[in-house]
């Protein structure tokens, strides 16, 4: 049996509502052989995650999704194969981390002002397993108590960038986070560019040292899976791909639904050791 990878997987610890025992036994339902874990602006969930996966003797990486921003856009930014324990990205970990606490804080404010009154920031920093609190954790909160109907009105009536609750995030650029998963000893990669659109921007994000592109993702045409494959390799850097899961927080999607071959994870072992 060939072996297979799902390079992309939350878990409760950022915005997922999957715990690290909850993705082992889908990984394992599906027939993975090897995930990644990349919670977003957090490594809390690496470690309880290896140890789940011990039961089925299943493969985890190291992984992290980072934000970033640059002419406006959200971009974010994967990391694999890093030292997850370096003491100088769980500093920067804990800063942005920091960040998104005052974030919550910010936008709570501005649905008070709202009339949405009756919410408050211990009850949405409960529903994240670490401090990586985000807006999905604010838009389930509001769902719990009736403000709206599903997360999708959530985001369009008060969460999303241009609605009247919304509050900036962590400011990095790409560059940056590339450099931050560069220093801890991993590989970058782009994360879904078929929804990020900054395709123009990918050569200099390459010369910052971007080592990858995910270009298998879910409900991805074949004539865009082709495109970012053939930008890869013009730019001589790995592929990768993953599901994207969060649990039941993103319906269209699940752990295994994107399964690519082992040996797209050979190559991303390679490129790491050959450019560290």
Known sequence: MNKTADLHIHTHFSDSTSSPQEVIEDAYKNDLNCIAIADHDTVDGIQPTIEAAKKYDIEVIPAIELSSEINGKDVHILGYLFDYKSPFLLKQLTQMQSTRFERMKEMIAKLKTLGVDNINIEEVCALAKSD?????HLAAILLKKGWISNFKEAFNKYLADDAPA???????TPQEAIQLIKEAGGVAVLAHPMLTCVDELIPSFVAAGLGGIEVLYPNTSPNVIDF????AKKHNITITGGSDAHGSAKKHTYV???KIPY???EKLKCYNTSTT
């Not at 990586?132 to 999905?136: F, K, S």
């Not at 509050?167 to 990095?172: C, E, S, W």
């Not at 970012?228 to 930008?231: E, F, T």
């Open 132 to 136: 990586a609190v985000g807006r999905p």
């Open 166 to 172: 919304f509050a900036p995030k962590f400011k990095q």
């Open 228 to 231: 970012y494959a053939g930008l």
């Open 256 to 258: 295994g639904k994107i």
């Open 263 to 265: 040996d797209l994870v």
